[in-house]
């Protein structure tokens, strides 16, 4: 019997910091697991100094993706759900002007910011986004240890070691869901939902309460993320010098409204009271989506939703919902969007890849627009069938989708991205749920599998390298 990998909702929508979920959430989780190797090995107090290897795309991008910052403060002891944001800099200038690292803020070694951590532009087998830690201990020995960070903040080493304890996972889920044609199978012979498959599933992981407030602080942070950037002016770091549009976008849209709010809860409760058209939707979605990925870009705090470079198509859609569509909608609608989202993710990631360094943007936006169109279905009334069709539909439209960062940075065009994903989900829930899905002319399944097939056939180039498409086109003279 084939053996699938479990993958929960919490794999496919995590609390982190941006830019990147591969590169830059991914490298910090792998600086977390190689200083967990060192403890159990028990010689994190015998290293003396240590080096870092990044390689392909980790090192193309690396600096525009903050991925040698981020992999810092992962050997410094930092985690990015619980970190301060707001003292990362400070924190990375002190490394830098002092030339000292503690380690896991328990061994104080040198460190040479500039010198050791190398970028590498080849790249290495197993996968685009490769990184090496080197530690050199007291007596001499040399300790080396390899990760690639696969996209999502996912990371694995290549041999998969972690593999066999999802597998082991995965035996006491009761739906064994590969493809989306199981997913539909289990609703209809069950008699439930997208959401209630995926809640029993989630079940044989965790309680009914820690399902309940894992996704609780997911939407929050979500909802967080949004009121930030729509309330934060200025400039991008990164030399772009892209200003950031959601503040004006919100200003401009609540000016006729005179309530003041002081939480995200109140500015959402505000947004309701406006009357909107068609513009105005558009607007909203765009400054919903824009204000998430702002943040993202300024190494903020956002869900991977299935990628940080995503982040903002999954939330707009959510608070589309939740002030445009559903005045009466409450955080339980939110926690069945996120579980149907969820699972629609982990299809593409066992049948193609969310890493725009394997598959371009397609992996991204076009995946977070398939999750979302999926979910918004579901919560208007859509069937299963319906839900999945959406969900093809989105990604459909997305197929071929390039991933051509400018300067390496997750700004331009990647932040606009997630504005057009956002409203590609809604109007692909809107076709789904006016159409009989038993005469869908392409299944989900093979929109995946087309998308698997599109990411091998693209060039290396759109890959996430900054080596093609804009990001050669347009140049730092141009900005």
């Known amino acids: 019997m084939k053996k699938i990998e479990c993958i929960s909702v919490f794999d496919m929508l995590k609390i982190g910091v941006g830019p990147s979920s591969s590169h830059t959430l991914g490298p910090w989780r792998a600086s977390q697991r190689w200083i967990e190797e060192l403890k159990d090995a028990n010689i994190l107090h015998r290293v003396k100094n240590i080096s870092v290897h990044l390689y392909g795309s980790l090192s ?10 981020a992999t810092v403060l992962g050997l410094c002891g930092h985690d990015p759900v619980t970190m301060d944001t707001s003292i990362i800099n400070s924190e990375i200038d002190k490394i830098k002007s002092s030339k000292k690292l503690d380690l896991d803020k328990s061994n104080l070694i040198d460190f040479d910011f500039k010198k050791d ?25 040399k300790i080396e240890s390899s990760f690639f960070s696969i996209g999502g903040g996912f990371v694995v080493k290549e041999e998969r070691e972690n593999a066999k304890q999802k597998i082991e996972e995965f035996k006491s889920f009761p ?59 200025g400039e991008l770091p990164g030399g772009l010098r892209v200003t950031r549009r959601a503040a004006k976008m919100n200003k401009k849209l609540l000016e006729e409204l005179h309530n003041t709010y002081d939480s995200p809860q109140e500015w959402m409760e505000t947004i309701r009271k406006k009357e909107v058209k068609f513009r105005q939707i558009l607007q909203w979605v765009s400054c919903f989506a824009i204000s998430v990925n702002e943040v993202n870009a300024s190494l903020g705090r956002v869900v991977t939703a299935p990628t940080n470079g995503s982040s903002g198509t999954l939330p707009a859609v959510m608070m589309y919902y939740m002030t445009i569509e559903n005045h009466k909608a409450d955080f339980e609608d939110m926690k069945r969007f996120m579980l149907v989202a969820g699972e629609i993710g982990s299809l593409f990631k066992k049948g193609a890849t969310i890493s725009a360094a394997m598959g371009g943007c397609q992996a991204e936006i076009g995946v977070s627009s398939a999750m979302a169109a999926g979910a918004l279905t579901d919560l208007m009334g859509g069937s299963t069938e319906q839900a999945l069709m959406a969900s093809e539909i989105a ?60 990411a091998q056939d693209m060039n290396t180039k759109y890959k996430e390298t900054s080596k ?12």
């Open 395 to 454: 990604m459909e439209h997305h197929l071929g989708l390039t991933c051509d960062p400018i300067a390496g940075l997750v700004q331009v065009p990647c932040i606009e991205r997630n504005s057009m994903g956002a409203i590609k989900a809604i109007n692909a829930a809107e076709i789904a749920m006016e159409s009989d899905a038993s005469k869908a002319k392409v299944p989900l399944d093979k929109v995946i599998n087309t998308m698997w097939e599109t």
């Open 60 to 69: 193309l991008t690396g600096i525009g993706h903050a991925t040698d910052i």
């Open 468 to 479: 093609g498409g804009l990001a050669v086109n347009v140049g730092l003279s141009d900005c």
């Open 175 to 233: 739906f064994s869901i590969e493809k989306a044609t199981d997913l539909e199978k289990f609703c209809k012979e069950e008699n439930k939902t997208i959401a209630e498959i995926v809640m029993e599933n989630e079940r044989s992981l965790r309680s009914d309460e820690e399902i309940h407030n894992e996704l609780k602080k997911i939407w929050e942070t979500m909802l967080e993320s949004m009121y930030i950037g729509s309330h934060t002016e």
């Open 117 to 141: 951590i190398e970028f590498h532009h080849d790249f290495l087998e197993f996968h685009p986004n490769g990184m090496t830690y080197v530690a050199h201990l007291e007596n001499g020995d």
